[in-house]
Each structure stands twice: as structure tokens, then as C-alpha cells.
């Protein structure tokens, strides 16, 4: 029997199954498509994770959700492509590679810059593939015929294209200026690569020595070594303590160099001395400053941050022993004349935190004002929308005071930038290796810096389908649809993909008829990278403590996934995730997921059990038995009352997953499907079509149940799919056997609502006699009937249909409801003992507890006792600020929350034990 299920559900063999033969089979590769193609397209780029990555929790929430709008697209007819790839990740590499070197006792530069390439290469070959392997684990219904390499040669080509093409606007340029630079790295980095910190520093003041006077002239700075590079001192105009002293000259202590008294606004009065010392080749302030001033720049470090020729006696030194002597030798000379404590905002590399160092150099730089303003218009006029809405303010403040872009990086790994340089100080930018240099023929040789790896992955949303060439898929699979991506690359990645598509792709779109498939005809330009952002949130541990390796709390989404399996894994995440909130991330609510899971699994065990049987025991797969019913209206036998209800909700369920999922209320949906596949199908269905299937009922009706059963069974697999692809696809799967209509669940149709199925009257009666169910069952529990006996009821009603349906549905009730006989009463039952009242019936239950008096007082006195006792153990512990302080706060909070009860349950069986007097 091959459709048979195995008894217990598990995981792991299943999902490792399917995620194999997706890929295999390249269930989701989506070829060029021909002319002529109109079905609406939907694209999605996969933010490239770096080559160096492993899956963390943020990738595994970031994955989840893009695959299952994903796979819920393609489901509903579209043409869709998922675009998977990885970053080459420049710093990051590097890195690892180092460290693998430096296990061999070797450095970066004992193999020289062409064979440690090599060696990052190879490294790339063994390891660089592992972020994907799991990517497939995870069942991403991405197109792995498309995969992509931001260091593949066709993307090199678009990258030095790109590079070119910006130079010959004008819009890259070459220049000093002030970087952060990490002295460890060896290498600029942008902005965004710096961590601030907040330390306890101090402010040192030092006085210089007025030329011709026999004044001082005091400045505060935090970095006193860099005094030694110091080519003026600064005073505000207005500052009229200062007014007598303008044109002076002062002799800078230590270097017994001449600088001069400048008038500037760097200067501020209120500010300490309101004097403040410039050193412009080491200060961002000071170099603008000294700009403005025409100040000669004087370096006092090299690239290590150890002091070079121009600080004199201290050259040689690293850049702290440098502060300490030059302290000590300004103290003993007489020019160190405050010192305080002073918190000092320090900037650290992101990547290895060695203290950055601002530092004059020549960079490449993007002209970023051209770029921006379009990249701006576009969010402005939304071209782009950004979800949630608030990130849309956040990107324009930040781009509306955005700074030109340094993309030069001093690393050996990465795109190299195309110049050349000649000794007669001639550049050649070009596409390819010109032979020698145009201007006196002399040899060249090329720029030994690489690009910031942002800039080949800002161009990843057109290089990826072909650019610079003009390809059909540009055509049509360009502007992407939908990018789902973290806060922390909004800037560094998302807007200078905007940026870089404004700009190359204006126009780029001719077929009319694609652009009306896109549905967006209406919009002005079809250049934007993607028509909406959506911002995911972050994944925290369950005390919303942000994971972190120093805190090690981190939780690793493979061994969570060993233990649960992905798909109770990605209803987790799935369930928790409304907008705008982050993600508490509970294993308990992962377990409970993998028992829906495991729900599901035995409900269809049931369903192949009794459809065999009903078959007569031929081993075939229900479809082959020719049960299978739509789950709409047509062709549908809804005879019964639960047919009619399932269906009817099943439309609106569907309905509302629809809805949730187009405004990504991922927490919505998969909480709809979940109440409605666990509570509605497994909890009531199953229960009430039971007798339908039993043996001895009429084979007529049982083959009409069957088909309901397994047309409804077979649409709740699908609207759960996107969710749980891989339970999904075993019992689709199982459920068609030989007469599978496609190749995978996953391209089935995703389950739409038909009005036409909606039955109010069905949903009404329904929800009666769900309230008469279980308010016998509420009750019966408050008798404390033992779970077997079996009670008689008495039932009140007005109106005659409520009693007809009650009567019509009688088996059921004493079936679900453990009831033994049902008495239709004249009279309200709603002042009795045991009894319930609704608007629409009362009942009663008719149960008589015959009990020992003494034996329940020494019961109830017992349990008494055993509150009071841990009601004292309680207090006890949330009394103890030495525990409060130690203990995690699900624990504390558990004590809170028991305690309340425990209060409530004293109450209660106080006043149990005053009855019995
Ligand atoms: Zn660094
Ligand atoms: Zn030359």
C-alpha cells in the first residue's frame, strides 16, 4: 500500500525526502520565459548571505517568510522566481582566510596578493557553499538554476561596466579625504561599519605658547597625540576673548613648530576654552576646516596607526604608548594644564573592534547627490512602498542627509577596481587592461584597491537577470516584485539598490503587454529595483533578550529544526510574527507546533484507514478510489449538516489566510489555518462524520463522506502548504498516489474563496449545537461525572427549528457530549443546580453526586493544606531579592501568575469545604 502513512510522525526523514527531490527534480527553476508570457509576474531577490555564513535564527525568520509568499504566489498562478545567490562578503573573507593562515604561521602577504586570491578561492570551494545546503534543508523554493556568485564573472563584468559608466558621468571621483580606518583591517571602512561606544575617557587640556606674548592659548582634546599633526589653532570670530590674539602665531609644544591662530566656526564659545587645536589630517572637523583655510594636512601615523617620521621623536610608536608619552613630556614641560574624567564616544570596526582610527587618504568615491534624489522621488511618489510604514521616514531623513560614498577598500579580495595608474601620474579607467598608458605609452598597472562589497550587491536586482546586456528576462522579470529584508541593511544594501536602479534601468522596459501583466502600467517608470520592502523584525530569545554569543543565548535554528522539524519550526516563526513586533522565540511553542503537525499526521492515517476499508481493502490511494470531491460547491455532496459547515468555513478561512498574507500578517494566517485545521476539521469534523464511516453504515453515504473528507482534507493541505511544505506534500502526495494532477503540492492551486460555498444557515445551526456540546461538557466536568458514564439531559427551547435540529442531531450529541438520553422540557431550567441557560436553550445535566461527607471535608482539607503550603513556599521565593535577582523572568513571572491562581483555588475549596458544613 503505498499511500499508506507510517504510524508516528517524523520530521525529519519526511522533510530531508522532499527538500532532495525539489531540488532535484527543479521543481522551482523558471526558464526564460518566450514571448508572449502574460501570467503576472511576481519576483523576489534572496538577500545574498555572505559566503563565510551560517543559518542563524534572523536568516531562518527572513527565510521563512519570503518562501512563503514564495510558494503562496506561485500556488495561485503566478510566474514566479526566486533568485538565490551568495555575497562574496570582502572584509569578512579576508578574514577567515587569514585565520587560516595564521594557523600555518602565515600571513596575508607572505603569499603575495595573487596566490592568497587563489587561496580565498579555494577556501570559497570547500566551505563557501554550506549557507545554501542549508538553505535547501530548510525546503527555500528557490530557482537553483539561477544561483549566483557576486564575484562570477558575469557580475564582475556588470560591476566594472557599472564602475565605468559613473566615471564618464562624473559621478565617481577620486579623492584625500578623511576614512575611518581600521590600523587591524588595514583597510577604510564606511560609516556604517563603525560601532560607537560609550567609555570612560578623559578630556586633557593643553595650553600652547602665543608667539611674541607672554599669553597662552589653552585647547581640550581626548586625543592628545594628535596634537603632534596640528597645523593651527582655532577661535571664533565673535569670541572677544580671543579678538586681540587674531593673526598670531603660536609655537605647538613637543614639535616646536610655528602654526597659526585661525578665525572659524569650528570654534564655538560656549564650548570650553573656546579655543580648539586643528589636525586636519586626522580629524573629519578639522580637515573641512582646513579646507577652508588652505592648512597643510600633516599625517603623524601610517596605516598601522603607529607614528611615522612627521611626530618626531615619537615615530615608531603605537598610537596609545604615543598619548602616554606625549602626556608625560607635556606635563613636565609645563603644557598639560587640566585633566578630567570625560566619556568618550569611541568608534570600533564592526568587524574585529579594534579601535578606528580617522586617517587622510586617497579613496574612490560615488558622487551620491545625483543618485539619491531619484532614489528619494521614488519612496516619495510610491514607486516603492516600505513595510511597516515607519521605515519609510527612517529612509528618507537618511537619505535626505546622505554624504558621497567611499567604495574603495583596502582588502586583496573583491572586485578590483578597474584603474590604472602610470608614473607619469596619468589614471585610465576602463572596461579592460588597457596595454600602456595612452598619455605617454609608459607601462601601468592597476589600482591595488577593491570595491566595498555593497556596491556589486546594490546592482544584484538587474546584474542577476543579465545586465548590461538587454535580456528577455530583464524584460520580465524586472522591477522585482517584493524584497523581505532586516532593519540593519536598510542603508548599506536596500538604498543603494534604489539608487542604482533609478539610475541604470530608467526605461528599460519596452513590452507593453508585460508591464500591463505587472499591474503597475499606470506608474510613470519601471526603473525602481522592487515595488515594496518589507521589513522583517528581529528574533529574540523567549526572555526578548537580543540573542547574542557574549550572552549565549543564541539559538541555533538547525538544532531546534533536529528536534521539532522544519515545518514546526516555520509555523513558529510564522505564528509569532506580527508586523512590527519582534519575535520572542519559545521552544514550547515550537513543541506545540510539531503536535499540530503530528494532529494532522494522525487525522490522515484516520481518513486512509477508512477510505481503504470503505473500498473494500484494494490498497489503492483515495483518489484512485475515486474519492475526491472540489472543495467548492460544485460536485460537492454536501448532504449532511457537517459537510455544509466545513465547507462554509473552509471558504471563509480561506478568505482571511488570503487577506493576512497579502499584507503580511504571517501570524494572522497561520493562526486562522491552525484553528481551523486542529479545532474545526480534526476537533468536530472528523468526530461528527464518524458514524457516516463506520462499518454497518449505508455505502452510499459512506462513499459520499469518504469524498468529502478527502476533497476537504486534500484543499486544508494546500492552504497549509506555504506554511508546512513537507507534511503538506507527503499526504498530498499519498492522497492521489499514481494520479497526482502535478508533480508537488507546491504547484497546485492555492485555495481561493467561493462565495457560493458560504452557508450561513449551516454555520448558524452548526455553532447551536457546538454551544449545547460543550456546555454539557463544561458542566459535566463541574459535576465531576467520571469521563465514561454516560448522563441523561433535559433541554429547554423556544422555538420549534432549534428543537428540530437538536432532534436531527441527537446522535451527535450524545456522542460528543457523553449523554445518555436527551428529555425535551416545558418549563426554564436556568435557576436549577447543574445547568447552563443560552439565549437559545437551557440544559441540564441530570446527575445526582452521591458523596461521603467525612471522606470529602478530609479530602478537601488535605488539598487545602497542600495550598497553603506552596502558597508559603511562594511568598518565600518572591520574597528573596538574592533569587529575584538571579532568576530568568519566565520563572519569576511563572511564580507571579501561579501564585494568583493558587489564591483563587484557596477561595474556592475554602468555600467548598464551608458547604458541607
Ligand atoms: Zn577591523
Ligand atoms: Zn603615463
Redesign the pocket.
Known amino acids: 500500500m503505498p499511500h499508506e502513512l507510517p504510524k508516528s510522525y517524523e520530521p525529519g526523514a519526511i522533510e530531508a525526502r522532499w527538500a532532495e527531490y525539489w531540488v532535484k527534480e527543479k521543481l522551482f527553476s523558471v526558464p526564460t520565459p518566450p514571448p508572449g508570457e502574460t501570467r503576472p509576474v511576481f519576483t523576489l531577490l534572496l538577500p545574498p548571505p555572505n559566503v563565510t555564513g551560517r543559518l542563524h535564527m534572523g536568516h531562518m525568520l527572513n527565510q521563512t517568510q519570503m518562501d512563503i509568499i514564495v510558494r503562496w504566489h506561485r500556488m495561485r498562478g503566478f510566474l514566479t522566481l526566486w533568485l538565490p545567490g551568495t555575497d562574496h562578503a570582502g572584509i569578512a573573507t579576508q578574514m577567515m582566510v587569514e585565520r587560516q593562515l595564521a594557523k600555518e604561521g602565515k600571513k596575508r602577504r607572505d603569499l603575495g596578493r595573487e596566490a592568497f586570491v587563489e587561496r580565498v578561492w579555494e577556501w570559497k570551494k570547500h566551505y563557501g557553499g554550506a549557507i545554501l545546503d542549508q538553505m535547501k534543508r530548510l525546503g527555500a523554493s528557490v530557482d537553483w538554476d539561477r544561483e549566483y556568485f557576486t564575484m562570477d564573472e558575469n557580475l564582475s563584468r556588470a560591476v566594472r561596466e557599472v564602475f565605468v559608466r559613473l566615471y564618464e558621468e562624473g559621478l565617481i571621483y577620486r579623492g584625500k579625504y578623511i576614512v575611518n580606518w581600521?590600523p587591524?583591517?588595514g583597510t577604510a571602512i564606511s560609516d556604517l561599519e563603525v560601532k560607537h561606544e560609550e567609555v570612560p575617557g578623559k578630556l586633557y587640556e593643553i595650553r600652547y605658547p602665543v608667539i611674541g606674548t607672554s599669553e597662552f592659548i589653552a585647547v581640550a582634546t581626548t586625543r592628545p597625540e594628535t596634537m603632534l599633526g596640528d597645523t593651527a589653532v582655532a577661535v571664533n570670530e565673535k569670541d572677544e576673548r580671543y579678538t586681540h590674539l587674531h593673526g598670531k602665531t603660536v609655537l605647538l609644544p613637543l614639535m616646536n613648530r610655528e602654526i597659526p591662530i585661525i578665525t572659524d566656526d569650528l570654534a564655538q564659545s560656549e564650548f570650553g576654552t573656546g579655543a580648539v587645536k586643528v589636525t586636519p589630517a586626522h580629524d573629519p572637523n578639522d580637515f573641512e576646516a582646513g579646507l577652508r583655510h588652505n592648512l597643510p594636512q600633516i599625517e603623524v601615523m601610517d596605516e598601522h596607526a603607529h607614528m611615522n617620521e612627521n611626530a618626531g621623536p615619537y615615530a615608531g610608536l603605537d598610537r596609545f604608548e604615543a598619548r602616554k608619552r606625549v602626556l608625560e613630556d607635556l606635563r613636565e614641560q609645563g603644557f598639560l594644564v587640566g585633566e578630567k574624567d570625560y566619556t568618550v564616544a569611541l568608534g570600533k570596526?564592526d568587524?574585529?573592534g579594534?579601535v578606528v582610527e580617522p586617517r587622510l587618504s586617497t579613496q574612490w568615491f560615488i558622487k551620491i547627490a545625483p543618485l539619491a534624489g531619484p532614489a528619494i522621488e521614488a519612496v516619495e511618489n510610491g514607486e516603492i512602498t516600505i513595510v511597516p510604514e515607519n521605515y519609510k521616514q527612517i529612509y528618507l531623513n537618511w537619505m535626505r542627509n546622505i554624504h558621497d560614498w567611499c567604495i574603495s577598500r583596502q582588502l586583496w579580495w573583491g572586485h578590483r577596481i578597474p584603474a590604472w595608474h602610470c608614473a607619469c601620474g596619468e589614471i585610465v579607467v576602463a572596461r579592460e587592461a588597457p596595454a600602456r598608458c595612452p598619455k605617454c605609452g609608459g607601462a601601468v598597472k592597476q589600482d591595488t584597491d577593491v570595491l566595498d562589497t555593497w556596491f556589486s550587491s546594490g546592482l544584484l536586482p538587474f546584474t542577476t537577470l543579465g545586465w548590461p546586456e538587454k535580456t528577455r528576462d530583464q524584460e520580465v522579470f524586472y522591477p522585482t516584485t517584493l524584497l523581505i529584508t532586516a532593519y540593519e541593511i536598510l542603508f548599506f544594501w536596500v538604498a543603494r539598490m534604489i539608487m542604482f536602479g533609478c539610475h541604470f534601468m530608467h526605461g528599460h522596459r519596452q513590452d507593453a503587454k508585460l508591464k500591463q501583466a505587472s499591474g503597475w502600467c499606470e506608474k510613470k517608470d519601471d526603473s525602481v529595483p522592487f515595488r515594496q520592502v518589507y521589513i522583517h523584525a528581529l528574533v529574540r530569545d523567549a526572555e526578548r533578550q537580543k540573542m547574542s554569543k557574549t550572552k549565549g543565548n543564541v539559538l541555533d535554528p538547525l538544532e531546534v529544526i533536529e528536534r521539532f522539524g522544519t515545518d514546526a519550526t516555520r509555523f513558529t516563526l510564522a505564528a509569532m510574527a506580527a508586523p512590527g513586533t519582534d519575535i520572542a522565540f519559545n521552544e514550547s511553542r515550537t513543541e506545540g507546533y510539531r503536535n499540530f503537525a503530528n494532529k494532522i499526521w494522525n487525522a490522515a492515517r484516520f481518513m486512509f484507514m477508512n477510505v481503504d476499508r470503505i473500498n473494500g481493502g484494494t490498497g489503492v490511494s483515495p483518489v484512485q478510489a475515486g474519492f475526491q470531491q472540489p472543495a467548492g460547491v460544485a460536485g460537492f455532496g454536501a448532504v449532511a449538516l457537517e459537510d455544509r459547515w466545513l465547507l462554509s468555513r473552509f471558504n471563509r478561512v480561506a478568505k482571511e489566510v488570503n487577506e493576512a498574507l497579502e499584507t503580511y500578517r504571517f501570524h494572522e494566517a497561520a493562526n486562522q489555518i491552525y484553528d481551523f485545521f486542529w479545532g474545526e476539521f480534526c476537533d468536530w469534523y472528523l468526530e461528527l462524520i464518524k458514524p457516516r464511516l463506520a462499518e454497518g453504515a449505508s455505502p452510499e453515504s459512506a462513499r459520499v463522506a469518504c469524498s468529502n473528507l478527502v476533497g476537504l482534507f486534500e484543499a486544508a493541505l494546500r492552504l497549509l502548504h506555504p506554511v508546512m511544505p513537507f507534511i503538506t506534500e507527503e499526504i498530498w502526495h499519498a492522497i492521489y498516489d499514481g494520479k497526482r494532477p502535478s508533480q508537488s503540492i507546491a504547484l497546485a492551486a492555492y485555495p481561493q474563496a467561493d462565495d457560493r460555498s458560504i452557508d450561513l444557515a449551516a454555520e448558524t445551526e452548526m455553532a447551536i449545537l457546538q454551544d449545547l456540546i460543550v456546555s454539557v461538557r463544561t458542566l459535566r466536568a463541574e459535576l465531576k461525572v467520571e469521563p465514561k458514564q454516560r448522563v441523561p439531559i433535559q433541554i429547554f427551547v423556544h422555538q420549534p427549528e432549534i428543537r428540530k435540529l437538536i432532534e436531527q442531531n441527537q446522535g451527535a450529541v450524545e456522542r460528543l457530549a457523553g449523554v445518555e438520553k436527551v428529555e425535551f422540557v416545558e418549563n426554564s431550567l436556568a435557576k436549577l443546580a447543574g445547568a447552563r441557560h443560552t439565549a437559545r436553550f437551557d440544559v441540564h445535566v441530570v446527575y445526582e453526586r452521591k458523596i461521603d461527607v467525612a471522606g470529602e471535608r478530609e479530602r478537601l482539607t488535605k488539598e487545602l493544606e497542600k495550598i497553603e503550603k506552596e502558597i508559603a513556599n511562594g511568598q518565600r521565593q518572591l520574597g528573596n531579592e538574592n533569587f529575584l535577582a538571579k532568576a530568568p523572568a519566565s520563572v519569576v513571572d511563572g511564580l507571579r501568575k501561579r501564585a494568583a491562581e493558587l489564591a483563587v483555588l484557596r477561595e474556592k475549596t475554602k468555600s467548598k469545604l464551608e458547604e458541607l458544613g
Open positions: 581600521c587591524r583591517c570596526c568587524r574585529c579594534t
